[in-house]
């Protein structure tokens, strides 16, 4: 009889090691799923967006840089885009592409001011 409760102990833990090994890993899991979408997804699709938006970038749009002047697109090259600054027509300064955080169309201004 004694035997019989050493064997079903046994079975128990057995069990319960197997369970103690699934739950972390399930926690682990659920973890890096919220990591996923809290985190890189939204990161990933505002990559997209900015790689999206440099790659529109055409003569003639204005942009805002990283540093935070306003200027006019004067030539797009694969990398490297000049940009004009102010009403001096000699302040031309090759930037990066990635130094550009925002574009807007010539038409675009006049559109929303018109309504």
């Known amino acids: 009889m004694f035997r019989v409760f050493a064997d079903a102990a046994a ?4 069990t319960s090691g197997l369970n103690g090994m699934i739950v972390p890993i399930i926690y682990l899991a659920i973890i890096a799923l ?4 809290v985190i890189l997804r939204p990161q990933k ?4 967006k900015m790689d999206a938006m440099v790659a529109a970038l055409e003569i003639g749009d204005s942009v805002l840089t ?3 002047f306003y200027g006019v697109v004067i030539d797009v ?4 885009v000049i940009v004009e600054f102010g009403s001096n027509k000699n302040c031309r300064i090759p930037m990066k ?3 550009i955080v925002e574009v ?3 038409g675009s201004a006049q559109e929303t001011e018109s309504k």
């Open 104 to 106: 807007e169309k010539p």
């Open 11 to 14: 079975a128990t833990q057995e």
């Open 34 to 37: 919220v990591f996923y979408f």
């Open 97 to 99: 592409k990635t130094a």
């Open 66 to 68: 990283t540093s935070g």
């Open 77 to 80: 090259m694969d990398e490297v």
């Open 45 to 48: 699709k505002e990559q997209k």
